[in-house]
């Protein structure tokens, strides 16, 4: 039994579908090849530790910023800690913070892992008034059993020193 089919329409058919499959194939893996820097997941910490997310891999670490965790140097280089119910996550910054960040406050910092564990933010991302919370962040805090709703003070772990 032969492979090509027996009628010549029903041949030519299938030889057009079999040279532009392979091109098509490869159109899509070069565009999904060419997206694989732009794609950025969301972790909280305790998801990051979980997901043992490889250094220097883009990703996107929301929390609330931890109480007395913000150190600010005279290069411009700031500390803080990110903080979920589960975990906690050290972020390094070089640059000016957005104006509304602030202690206890949710936020989304885009950067990845150094070999050390730490968090290198390229882009620091506040919640920009009282009532707004990335939905990331919220998605997360209500999963975790933590979501207080708008405009609610922040969890206790949010308050712990580290």
Do not use: C
């Amino acid at each position: 039994m032969s492979f090509w089919p027996q009628s010549r329409k029903a041949r030519r058919r299938l030889t057009i579908l079999l040279a532009i499959a392979p091109v098509l194939a490869l159109a899509v893996g070069l565009a999904l090849y060419g997206l694989r820097d732009s794609i950025s997941l969301f972790y909280t910490p305790a998801q990051a530790q979980e997901a043992k997310v490889s250094a220097g891999r883009k990703v996107q670490l929301g929390g609330l910023v931890q109480h007395g965790s913000v150190v600010k140097y005279p290069d411009g280089n700031v500390e803080f800690v990110i903080a979920d119910q589960k975990a906690t996550a050290k972020v390094v910054y070089h640059g000016d913070l957005p104006d509304l960040f602030r202690e206890g406050q949710g936020i989304v910092a885009e950067g990845s892992f150094n070999p050390a564990g730490v968090f290198e933010a390229k882009l620091v991302l506040a919640k920009h008034d009282e009532r707004y919370m990335p939905r990331e962040v919220s998605k997360a805090l209500k999963e975790q059993g933590e979501w207080r709703g708008e405009g609610a003070d922040a969890p206790a772990y949010g308050s712990q020193k580290p």
